[in-house]
Structure formats: C-alpha cells, structure tokens
C-alpha cells in the first residue's frame, strides 16, 4: 500500500492539487486521502477507484506475481 499511497501522492502533486481539493473532486473525505497517500493499509475499493480515476490513473490486476500496476489514462 505505501507504493500505492506514493503513487497517488506524486501524482496529485504533478497535478497542483491539495488534498482537500482532491477530496472535494472525488467526493470523499480529506482524511481519506491523507490516509491513503500514508499508505494505510485497508481503503474502501470504491473510494479508491474514484480518487484514482480523478487523478488519471487505472488500478491493473493481473494474474500471475502480486505486484500493482499503475497506468496513466
């Protein structure tokens, strides 16, 4: 989850978003940002999909070794 919580903090950077702005964009809390760029360890999929898909970014599932796959759409 940290390399998620990075990901996402990077990207909201390059975007010159705040996470209160972000929030507000996704419609979810700022303390569930905060908590997911600090890689916590269970999030609401849900929830995540929606800040992923206003930052720009898929979560890819593939079968095979666990590892996360982030692409920018």
């Known amino acids: 989850m940290e390399e998620l919580g990075t ?3 990077m990207r909201r950077r390059k ?3 705040t996470q209160q702005e972000l929030a507000d964009l996704c419609g979810v809390g700022v303390v569930f940002v905060y908590e997911l760029e600090k890689g916590k360890p269970t999030v609401r999929l849900d929830k995540l999909l929606d ?4 930052l720009g970014l898929q979560l890819v599932v593939r079968a095979g070794a666990p590892t996360l796959a982030f692409e920018v759409s």
Do not use: P, R, Y
């Open 15 to 17: 975007l010159g978003l």
């Open 51 to 54: 800040v992923l898909e206003a």
């Open 7 to 9: 990901t996402v903090l």
